[in-house]
C-alpha cells in the first residue's frame, strides 16, 4: 500500500482482556518495528522484525506482549491480559533499511479501563 | 549505549521567529541521527537524517540540523517559523553498528504564537 496501515485506529479494553493490534507495512519493506507510545514518555522501542531472521524482542516490557509477522508483510502485537498501564498508543514502522529513516502508521490508540 | 537528551520538553516562539530545537547524542561510535515531526493525531515523519555525509543536513519544511562532534549535538533550526510548524518533534540516534532500531528522545512540543 501508499502508507504504513494500523488498526483499529482506537481500541477501548476492559482490564484482563487480551486486545490484537495490527500493522500493514509498506510493500516491499523488509523490516517492520513496534513503539509504544505514552504520555510524557516519549517513544519506546518494544520489538524489531527484519525479512526471516529472528525477531529483536528486547524492548518488550513482559511477557504478556508479544508479536508476530506473517509471510513477511503483516504484523500482530498481542497484549495479554491487559493492565492500565498499557493504555498507549501504539506505533508501527517499517523500511527497507535504517539509513532510510522509518515510515510510521497513525497508531493505535489503546485505553484499559 | 547510545541515546539522546532533547533539552525542553516545551518550546514556543513566536511567528516569523527563529525555531532552535535541541538534541544532545550519546554514542560509542560514530552516530546516525535523525529529526521526525508527529503533527497532532498522526504517526511520526522524517525531518531530516543525518548519515556521516555532510554536517549540515536540510530537511522539509525548510528545517535542517548541524551535526556537531565536538558538542555531541545535532540541533534542529528554521529561519523562520510558521503556524502550521506547531508539532511534536523527536530527535533519534541509530542503536549500534549493523544495527537498525533507533532510539528516540522524549520529545519537543513546538507552539507557534500568532
Known amino acids: 500500500g501508499a502508507g504504513v496501515s494500523q488498526s483499529p485506529s482506537n481500541k477501548v479494553t476492559e482490564k484482563g482482556k487480551d486486545v490484537e493490534l495490527r500493522c500493514d507495512p509498506i510493500?516491499?519493506?523488509?523490516?517492520l518495528y513496534w513503539y509504544r507510545q505514552s504520555l510524557g514518555q516519549g517513544l519506546e522501542f518494544l520489538i524489531y522484525?527484519?525479512?526471516?531472521?529472528?525477531?529483536?524482542k528486547s524492548g518488550l516490557p513482559s511477557d504478556r506482549f508479544s508479536a508476530e509477522r506473517t509471510g513477511g508483510s503483516v504484523s500482530t502485537l498481542t497484549i495479554q491480559r491487559t493492565q492500565q498501564e498499557d493504555s498507549a498508543v501504539y506505533l508501527c514502522?517499517?523500511?527497507?533499511?535504517?539509513?532510510?529513516?522509518?515510515?510510521f502508521g497513525s497508531g493505535t490508540r489503546l485505553t484499559v479501563v | 549505549a547510545q541515546s539522546v537528551t532533547q533539552l525542553g520538553s516545551h518550546v514556543s516562539v513566536s511567528e516569523g521567529a527563529l525555531v532552535l530545537l535541541r538534541c544532545n547524542y550519546s554514542s560509542s561510535v560514530p552516530p546516525y541521527l535523525f529529526w521526525y515531526v508527529q503533527y497532532p493525531n498522526q504517526g511520526l515523519q522524517l525531518l531530516l537524517k543525518y548519515t556521516s555525509a555532510a554536517t549540515l543536513v536540510k530537511g522539509i519544511n525548510g528545517f535542517e540540523a548541524e551535526f556537531k562532534k565536538s558538542e555531541t549535538s545535532f540541533h534542529l533550526t528554521k529561519p523562520s517559523a510558521h503556524m502550521s510548524d506547531a508539532a511534536e518533534y523527536f530527535c533519534a540516534v541509530r542503536v549500534g553498528q549493523g544495527a537498525q532500531k533507533l532510539v528516540f528522545g522524549q520529545g519537543t512540543r513546538l507552539t507557534i504564537n500568532p
Open positions: 514502522a517499517s523500511s527497507t533499511g535504517w539509513n532510510y529513516g522509518y515510515t
Open positions: 522484525f527484519q525479512g526471516n531472521s529472528a525477531p529483536d
Open positions: 510493500s516491499g519493506h523488509t523490516a
